[in-house]
C-alpha cells in the first residue's frame, strides 16, 4: 500500500489507516492492502503480507480453509488464539462495492471481551462452590485461590479486618510460598489501608518505592504490580482482596480489576454468609452443650432432695433427731446448689443482653464481700474450709457495675475455691487496687491446676480441674467470670501450680465511678 494508492481517497481509504480493527483488503490476485493494525496484530508488515504469493495459512494454520469460507460469504465468525500472539479475534468479510471483486475483511480484537466473559463464567462458578461452604476459613481460601486463578497472578492474599477501626487484622490467608511470610499479622496501614480507606480498587504498575508503601508484610515474596479491592457488606468494609505479580511480569489491567471487584462482591456474601452458618452452628452446638450438662448436672440435686424427702416422709417416726438434721441438711445443700444452677443460668442468659450497661449502679466493695462471705459461709463451714477476707487500704469506695453480675461472679469465684478445697484449709480473699481498676484475687489451697488446663478454664461449658472426680458442674461458673469481667472493661486470670493451690483474680475499672461521682 503506497500513499498514492487510490484507497487513500475519499472516506473508505481514509478508515483503512485509522480504524482501529485489522483490516485487510483481498482480491483474486492475493492480499492488496494491510492495515497498520493487522501488521500489529500479525507482526508482519505490509509490504510482506501483499507480496505475491504471501500464505494466509502462515497466520491462521489450520483455521485456514474456515477463513477462506468466511472471505467468500458474509458470515462472521470468532477465531481463537490467530497468529503469533493469543488473539481472539471477530471476523466478518463485504465486497468493497457491488461491481468490484476486491473484499474487505475486518478483524475486531476481541481478545479482552472474550477473556472478561470466561472470566465471568469461571468467576459464577466459582461462587457457586464459594457460597456451598459451612466453614470460614475454607470461604476465605477458596476466594484466594479463585483471585489468583481469575487475575493470572503470581500471589494472592485475602485480610479480614477485626472490627471496624480498619488497622487490625483478624485473618491474613494467602496462596503464596509459606515461607515468604512472617507469623505474625500485618495491620492494614499504607499501600494495605488504601482501598479500605478509599472504598474503590487500588491498582498499581509497581509498588516498589511508592510512596506508601508501607504496611506489607515486611518478609513478602518479590513484587512489583500490586491490585487490591474492598470487601464491603452492606457499606461495612470486611477486609481487603489482593492481587500481585513479580516485578517482571506485567501489570494488572482494567479487566482483572473488573473481574477481581466482581470476585470481591461474591465474597463479602460468602464471608456473610459463612459466618453466619458457623454462628447458627456453635450456638446449635452450646444448645446441645447445655442440654446435656443440665441433664446430667441437675440430676444429683434432685435426686437427692426426692431421697430426703422420702424418707421424711415415710419414715419420719423411725428417725433420730440427729437423723433428722442430716436429711434436712442434705436437703438443704441440694436446694443450694440448684439455686446456684439457676443463678448461674439466669446470669449465663442476662450477658448476653446488649443493654448491659443500662444496670451499672455504684458498687460497695466492702458491702458486696460481706453479702458474698454470707452466701458461702455455710457451704464452706459444711466442708470445713476456713475463709479471710482482706484489704491493702487503698481500695476505692465504689465502683460501677451490675450488682447481680459483679457478686454473681466473685461467689462463683469462692465457691469453686472452696469446692476444691481439704477440711482444714482455707480460702482468701484480698481486695486491692491495680493501676485504675479494683481487683479482687481469691486463693486457695487445693490441688492446683496443670498449665495445659487453664487455657480452656474461663471456655463456656469448661470444667474445673479434677471435676470428674471432685464433682459435677455446669461449665458456666468460670466462664460467667470471664464474660462478667469483659462486660465491665476487666480482666481475669489464674496462677496456679499442681499441689501448690491456685490465685483466681478479677478486675473492674474505677474511672467510670470516679467520673460519675465527680460530674
Request: glycine fraction near 8%; charged fraction near 25%; charge should be negative.
Amino acid at each position: 500500500m503506497t500513499a498514492e494508492s487510490p484507497l487513500r481517497r475519499g472516506v473508505i481509504g481514509e478508515l483503512f489507516w485509522a480504524i482501529s480493527d485489522g483490516v485487510i483488503l483481498i482480491d483474486p490476485d492475493g492480499i492488496v492492502g494491510w492495515n497498520p493494525v493487522a501488521e500489529q496484530m500479525f507482526d508482519v508488515p505490509a509490504d510482506e503480507a501483499t507480496k505475491p504469493g504471501f500464505s494466509l495459512s502462515k497466520l491462521f494454520g489450520h483455521h485456514s480453509t474456515r477463513f477462506d469460507e468466511i472471505v467468500e460469504t458474509n458470515e462472521r465468525e470468532i477465531f481463537e488464539r490467530i497468529g503469533p500472539h493469543e488473539l481472539s479475534l471477530e471476523v466478518s468479510s463485504r465486497s468493497l462495492s457491488s461491481d468490484s471483486d476486491t473484499r474487505v475483511v475486518v478483524m475486531r480484537n476481541v481478545t479482552a471481551e472474550r477473556r472478561h466473559l470466561q472470566r465471568l463464567l469461571k468467576l459464577n462458578e466459582m461462587a457457586r462452590l464459594v457460597l456451598s461452604e459451612d466453614s470460614l476459613e475454607s470461604v476465605l481460601q477458596q476466594i484466594v485461590d479463585a483471585a489468583k486463578e481469575l487475575t493470572d497472578a503470581d500471589y494472592s492474599a485475602l485480610l479480614m479486618l477485626r472490627d471496624e477501626t480498619g488497622v487490625e487484622v483478624s485473618r491474613f490467608i494467602y496462596n503464596a510460598p509459606r515461607e515468604l511470610f512472617p507469623d505474625s499479622l500485618p495491620r492494614a496501614v499504607g499501600l494495605l489501608s488504601v482501598p479500605l480507606q478509599t472504598r474503590s480498587p487500588a491498582r498499581l504498575e509497581d509498588i516498589r518505592g511508592h510512596p506508601a508503601g508501607v504496611g506489607i508484610p515486611v518478609e513478602h515474596p518479590p513484587i512489583g504490580p500490586l491490585l487490591a479491592v474492598p470487601l464491603i457488606f452492606r457499606d461495612v468494609v470486611l477486609g481487603e482482596l489482593a492481587v500481585a505479580n513479580s516485578p517482571d511480569r506485567s501489570a494488572f489491567d482494567e479487566t482483572d480489576e473488573g473481574v477481581l471487584t466482581e470476585l470481591a462482591l461474591h465474597a463479602a456474601e460468602a464471608v456473610r454468609i459463612a459466618k453466619a452458618k458457623e454462628q447458627t452452628m456453635e450456638s446449635e452446638e452450646s444448645r446441645r452443650a447445655l442440654i446435656d450438662v443440665l441433664r446430667h448436672d441437675i440430676a444429683t440435686p434432685i435426686a437427692v432432695a426426692r431421697g430426703c424427702v422420702d424418707q421424711l416422709a415415710n419414715r419420719l417416726d423411725k428417725l433420730t433427731e440427729e437423723q433428722k438434721n442430716n436429711v434436712l441438711s442434705a436437703l438443704e445443700r441440694a436446694v443450694i446448689g440448684l439455686e446456684r444452677l439457676s443463678a448461674n443460668l439466669r446470669s449465663d442468659v442476662k450477658l448476653e443482653d446488649t443493654g448491659l450497661h443500662a444496670d451499672f449502679v455504684e458498687i460497695h466493695p466492702n458491702t458486696l464481700l460481706m453479702d458474698v462471705r454470707g452466701d458461702i459461709e455455710d457451704f464452706a463451714s459444711q466442708r470445713g474450709v476456713k475463709m479471710h477476707f482482706d484489704s491493702d487500704g487503698g481500695v476505692p469506695p465504689t465502683f460501677l457495675g451490675s450488682p447481680l453480675l459483679v457478686r454473681q461472679a466473685i461467689e462463683n469465684l469462692l465457691t469453686n475455691a472452696v469446692k476444691y478445697s481439704s477440711a482444714g484449709s482455707s480460702v482468701s480473699v484480698t481486695t486491692r487496687l491495680e493501676g485504675g481498676s479494683i481487683r479482687f484475687d481469691v486463693r486457695d489451697e487445693g490441688p492446683g491446676i496443670p498449665a495445659d488446663e487453664q487455657a480452656t478454664l474461663f471456655e463456656r461449658f469448661g470444667k474445673g480441674p479434677g471435676q470428674s472426680k471432685v464433682g459435677a458442674g455446669l461449665g458456666l461458673g468460670l466462664s460467667i467470670v470471664r464474660r462478667v469481667a469483659e462486660a465491665h472493661g476487666g480482666a481475669v486470670g489464674v496462677t496456679s501450680r499442681p499441689g501448690h493451690g491456685s490465685t483466681f483474680w478479677i478486675t473492674f475499672p474505677c474511672e467510670a465511678a470516679e467520673a460519675a461521682s465527680n460530674a
